[in-house]
Nanobody, 116 residues
Framework: EVPLVESGGGSVQSGGSLRLSCSLG???????MSWYRQAQGTGREFVSA???????TYADSVKGRFTISRDNTKNTMDLQMNRLKPEDTAMYYC???????????WGQGTQVTVSS
């Protein structure tokens, strides 16, 4: 079991910024750590991922606006979100993969709301 706890969500106006954090506590994520989001009435979609070497991937919709980072010494992962848009409104979930592929463990989610 990998306990993931997200924080940093909130409400901002369009163009604003938020920083999300994900803590693993004493657990360790062997493979990718990632962020997904789910808007009301839609499925969960990929936002960004980072592997143990610091290699990153982003969804096209957030590329250039969001930055993912990971601190393996503190077992944390952050997502800096700039130039937020109303379409970024969603519940954001932190994911951890202990096997190659999709996340095996998820956090409880943190809400991000962007108003126009």
């Amino acid at each position: 079991e990998v306990p993931l706890v997200e924080s940093g969500g909130g409400s901002v106006q369009s163009g604003g910024s938020l920083r999300l954090s994900c803590s693993l506590g004493h657990a360790y994520c062997s493979y990718d750590m990632s962020w997904y989001r789910q808007a009301q009435g839609t499925g969960r979609e990929f936002v960004s991922a980072i592997d143990n070497d610091g290699n990153t991937t982003y969804a096209d919709s957030v590329k250039g606006r969001f930055t993912i980072s990971r601190d393996n010494t503190k077992n944390t992962m952050d997502l800096q979100m700039n130039r937020l848009k109303p379409e970024d409104t969603a519940m954001y979930y932190c994911g951890c993969a202990v096997l190659p592929g999709l996340p095996n463990y998820w956090g409880q989610g943190t809400q991000v709301t962007v108003s126009s």
